[in-house]
């Protein structure tokens, strides 16, 4: 979203607020809020026009207003102080309990006539507004920090989460189904395991990234040896590895290729590394490819299928956040 907007979380009467007319008022300001009215309370009398009270406030002093004024004042003076055409409104608990109604203000304030059909005589000070959606604020598709903010207490309040409204905003505009609390918590730890991978191409932007995985596969369970490859047989390291279940244990030797790349891998060189290195020594039982990419193309994984069918022997693939996990689980623990 482009331009400055505040958020304010509003309520008018609550659904329990039974002896304040609860059953009478939320309908209808339900309703005014769809025909385009965010009406808000505290405005029983022509003397509440907020309008009229900042003129009196301005001229005499505050001091000069009734009790009755100064709490008016006191309560609704956001209206006019702080609310901007293209600010947003949640009304909490509109038209029911746990559900909210989002509207983007529109114009300036200004104070009505009695209008409800009873004339009780409330909720007149307004902005007119467009009517986004109501919403369950305990649904998906309500960000957990923005689900805080819409229980906390308050007639109305600033709500300082954009990032998490407007994932609302949208959601709602595309009626998307939003995502449970596991997983924007796995989103969440995808973002700093790319950070992970791309700090290890900084660091280990060449042949010191081979030496630092060998000290990480070192300490992997079942690894008996790690060591230099010999480069000229395709192989940056070789290692050797136990598999299988017991009373059937299986003993496999690995070549493997380290590359340091950035985003989407196309080259395939490291494919024919392997390859040149099955064919140099027929001990090696399987490859490994491991690179710090953050994707691999098509091309790249239909060559790694072909090597497999070809060779008759497994070769893994392993790049961007699943590189960041290996590193994470064996890196070792006191880096000097």
């Not at 009406?39 to 505050?62: A, C, M, P, T, V």
């Not at 055409?85 to 509109?94: A, E, L, V």
């Not at 920090?145 to 998490?164: D, M, Q, T």
């Amino acid at each position: 979203m482009n331009g400055a907007y505040t958020v304010f979380a509003v309520k008018a009467v609550q659904p329990w607020e039974k002896e304040s007319g609860a059953d009478y008022w939320i309908p209808l300001i339900y309703e005014e809020l769809k025909r385009g009215n965010a009406r808000f309370g505290w405005s029983y009398s022509e003397n509440h026009d907020l309008r009229k009270l900042r003129e009196r406030i301005e001229r005499d002093g505050i001091e000069k207003l009734s009790e009755e004024e100064r709490e008016v004042w006191s309560h609704a003076r956001f209206l006019i102080d702080d609310v901007s055409k293209g600010d947003f409104f949640i009304y909490i608990n509109m038209p029911k309990y746990g559900e909210c109604s989002l509207v983007e203000i529109a114009g300036d304030y200004y104070f009505t006539e009695v209008w409800d059909k009873e004339g009780r005589n409330d909720f007149r000070h307004c902005l007119k507004c467009n009517f986004i959606s109501a919403f369950n604020r305990r649904s998906n598709i309500v960000p957990p920090r923005l689900k805080v903010y819409l229980s906390l207490p308050g007639a109305h309040y600033k709500i300082y989460a954009k990032e998490e409204f407007e994932e609302l905003l949208s959601a709602l505009k595309e009626g998307k189904k939003g995502k449970e609390a596991k997983e924007r918590l796995n989103e969440d730890i995808n973002k700093h395991l790319e950070d992970v991978v791309k700090d290890l191409h900084k660091n280990f932007p060449r042949q010191n990234l081979e030496v630092y995985l060998a000290e990480v596969f070192k300490r992997m369970p079942n690894v008996l040896s790690v060591r230099k490859g010999p480069d000229k047989n395709g192989a940056d390291l070789e290692i050797e590895f136990e598999s299988g279940i017991p009373g059937l244990i299986k003993r496999e030797f690995c070549a493997v290729q380290v590359k340091s790349y950035e985003k989407e891998v196309r080259d395939l060189t490291a494919v024919n590394d392997i390859r040149r290195a099955f064919e140099s020594d027929r001990h090696y039982t399987c490859g490994l490819i491991v690179m710090t990419a953050t994707s691999v193309s098509e091309e790249f994984m239909q060559a790694v299928e072909k090597l497999i069918e070809e060779s008759g022997k497994p070769v893994g693939v392993i790049y961007g956040t699943e590189l960041a996990e290996l590193i994470i689980r064996f890196r070792e623990r006191n880096l000097s």
